[in-house]
């Protein structure tokens, strides 16, 4: 089954199919103090896909609203999509004040 274009189904595959997801790091789980203690994976596909708790995950814990492109496991837990992350990697942050000063806007 090839997972290019395929959407529909996700929550059906093997475990040991990986799929790529894009979409900011956003917080999920809070404890009593306010503390983030999990996160999700806001998808620029619109779905959102909590991260399981993994060694990775504890990384993503710090890259909060960044962009990221993520490989992950996919799996149906409580009717919601959670991933467990193999590999990732963050996209540049660009500055909206550099991107304003190169564009001539000033303003």
């Known amino acids: 089954m090839s997972l290019k274009g395929k959407t529909e189904g996700m929550d059906r595959l093997k475990t040991e199919d990986l799929i790529v997801i894009r979409g900011l790091i ?3 789980v809070w404890d009593e103090t306010g503390r983030v203690t999990a996160v999700a994976v806001s998808a620029f596909n619109d779905n959102e896909y909590l991260v399981a708790p993994t ?3 504890a990384r ?3 890259l909060l609203r960044r962009e990221v492109e993520v490989q992950a496991r996919l799996k149906e ?3 919601r ?3 467990e992350v193999v590999r990732y990697r963050t ?3 660009r500055s909206t004040e550099s991107v304003s000063a190169k564009s ?3 303003s």
């Open 26 to 28: 956003i917080p999920a």
């Open 55 to 57: 060694p990775k995950a």
């Open 60 to 62: 993503l814990l710090g």
């Open 77 to 79: 837990e409580g009717g």
């Open 81 to 83: 999509q959670v991933i």
């Open 91 to 93: 996209k540049r942050k």
């Open 104 to 106: 001539g806007n000033g």
